[in-house]
């Protein structure tokens, strides 16, 4: 483990905000919330260059980064590391192991499947591909669809069957959560955990991100005292005591304010104090320097493998007509 001095600086590096939400992407979300639940001061920074990296959200002091990517991500990684552990005492409470592994395994897998397979692509493409030109974003939404589909077990002959089942362990989990929390402000002991970031964090990308004809959202609107849990914390921890390096979140594309990101992404931005970077970033921008070309490589392949078979699959035929404008 590295050593990481008190006094140093923490910066979270996210995919972009959207949605009203201090950044869109589930993964990177449960980590802020985490953080801000711990009330650790840190810089958050956006990074869209790789969008489908798995490094990120990743956390870094001086010579210390803790990726996705790595000891069971960067909440693992913050605790093992002896920085910051919301979780003390819970690790071997029957009923917070439970709380856990619904909303990893059957909430995650509702949403996952809301945003790359139940609806038409809108939100996942504000959340990964904001800054890449149509044809690369939608070629990586294809293939992020099928990958989606293969993971989630969906198949042509089985699609009506998962959907259903997707659905209804989702309901079950809302109804466990719902019950479990009552009126409480946090899960566990009136105070909050790492279970408490990551429901939180589904429930906001739910509210905010899946349209409003989403199934999984009218789910989760059944029950009240989630939502009210949710927006209450939203309240007290995302909006209220954003430190000046956090940049406004947009919410809506239609804003009066021109897409150009914050001011500190613009092309001059302020002189600031230059840093060495750490081996993961280097590597990361090594590896992005390669990354539009690559894609460049990957629509002409699709184009032609398009040309040369014939895609008989409804739910790719559907796809294929995903309007991203």
């Known amino acids: 483990m590295e050593q990481v001095n008190e006094r140093e600086d923490f910066t979270l590096v996210t995919r972009k905000p959207y949605f009203g939400l201090p950044t869109a992407c589930p993964i990177c979300l449960p980590v802020y919330i985490y953080l801000k639940f711990a009330r650790l001061p840190f810089h958050l920074a956006f ?3 790789y969008p489908d990296s798995d490094i990120i959200p990743y956390v870094e002091s001086g010579t210390y980064v803790a990726c996705n990517n790595e000891n ?4 693992e990684c913050l605790k093992k590391d002896g920085i910051v552990d919301l979780d003390n005492g819970y ?8 709380m856990k592994a619904l909303i990893s395994s059957w909430l995650e897998e509702a949403l996952i499947y809301e945003l790359w397979v139940g609806s038409d692509g809108n939100s ?6 904001p800054d890449l030109a149509w044809p690369i974003g939608k070629v990586l939404f294809l293939q992020q669809v099928r990958t989606v589909k293969q993971q989630l077990g969906i198949t042509k002959e089985n699609s009506d069957r ?9 309901s079950i989990a809302y109804r466990a959560l719902s019950t479990r929390l009552g009126e409480e402000s946090f899960l566990f002991e009136n105070r909050p955990s790492s279970v408490d970031a990551i429901l939180l964090a589904h429930v906001l990308v739910t509210l905010h991100a899946l349209p409003e004809t989403s199934l999984l959202k009218s789910k989760l609107l059944e029950h009240g005292n989630l939502v009210r849990y949710a927006e209450k914390l939203k309240t007290e921890f995302v909006e209220a005591g954003s430190s000046s390096s956090i940049p406004p979140f947009p919410s809506d594309p239609s804003s009066s304010t021109p897409r150009k990101g914050p001011s500190h992404w613009s092309s001059k931005p302020k002189p600031k104090p230059k840093r060495e970077k750490t081996e993961e970033e280097k590597t990361f921008r090594r590896r992005a320097k390669y990354f539009l070309a690559t894609q460049l490589v990957a629509i002409v392949l699709f184009l032609s493998v398009m040309n040369i078979y014939d895609i008989s699959e409804p739910e790719l035929d559907n796809e294929g007509d995903i309007d991203f404008d």
């Open 72 to 75: 069971g991500g960067v909440i």
């Open 47 to 49: 990074n869209s260059t």
């Open 91 to 98: 690790q071997s409470v029957p009923e917070w192991i439970s």
């Open 124 to 129: 996942v493409r504000k959340i990964y591909y």
């Open 162 to 170: 998962r959907e259903e089942e997707i659905y209804n362990r989702a």
